[in-house]
Structures are given as C-alpha cells and as structure tokens.
C-alpha cells in the first residue's frame, strides 16, 4: 500500500523561505521517482521539482533557481526547499511518485500514479 503525506505548509512571508516535507510508504519503487507539483484554483497542476532515484534533479522553469528538491531514503522523506517566495507561489503542494516509468521529469503528469493530499503555502 503506497501512501504520501505532506507537511511544513503554512504562511510566509514573500521574499522568506519554506520548506515541505513528503513521507512516503510502500514499496521501494515508490521511490523510482518522486516530485512536488503545486495547484491553484483554476490553473492546471503544475510540476514544480522531480528527483529520480539516481540523484538526478529537475525543475520546473518558474521555479529554477529558487528551489532544490532533495530526498533522504533512511528516512522515506522528500523534502522541498524554496526561497525568495512569491505571490505566486501561493499555491496547493504536493507530492507524487512515478512507480512505473523508467524517467523521471516534472512533465507529463500522467507519470504520477500515487499522489498525497497536499499541503497549502500561503505567501503574504
């Protein structure tokens, strides 16, 4: 049974900094490749940062720069980094895993087939 539960939403301040972390159960390949997308009321869910099992990292391009994504597999946990925050970077956040598919990105979405309830970021 694979789950993902996020945390370490909130408020913040923009120009401040916030970090999420995504603890995931199941079986290994649930860390074949895990991600953060992030959601607003009526925009389509976006991939923010991916990590593939290698180490290997990609992020999405509105966010390049101002976040690193990084996991520790002791601890089954995805952590997300991100800085300097924005208005538009209030948003719904959430964490997925690609068990399937032998690549790893932040796109297509379809990748992702177990995903967590996500946690809120609001930036003020």
């Known amino acids: 049974h694979v789950q993902l539960v996020e945390s370490g939403g909130g408020s913040a301040l923009a120009g401040g900094s916030v970090r999420l972390s995504c603890q995931y159960y199941?079986?290994?390949?649930?860390?074949?490749?895990i991600g953060w997308f992030r959601q607003v009321p009526g925009k389509e869910r976006e991939g923010v940062a991916a990590?593939?099992?290698?180490?290997?990292?990609f992020y999405g391009d509105s966010v390049k720069g101002r976040v690193t994504i990084s996991k520790d597999n002791a601890k089954n946990t995805l952590y997300l980094e991100m800085n300097s925050l924005k208005s538009d970077d209030d948003a719904v956040y959430y964490c997925?895993?690609?068990?399937?598919?032998?690549?790893?990105?932040?796109?297509?979405?379809?990748?992702?087939?177990?995903w967590g309830r996500g946690t809120q970021v609001t930036v003020s």
């Open positions: 997925a895993a690609a068990s399937r598919v032998g690549r790893c990105s932040t796109r297509p979405l379809s990748d992702y087939d177990y």
């Open positions: 199941g079986p290994a390949l649930v860390a074949n490749c």
């Open positions: 990590i593939y099992s290698d180490g290997m990292t």
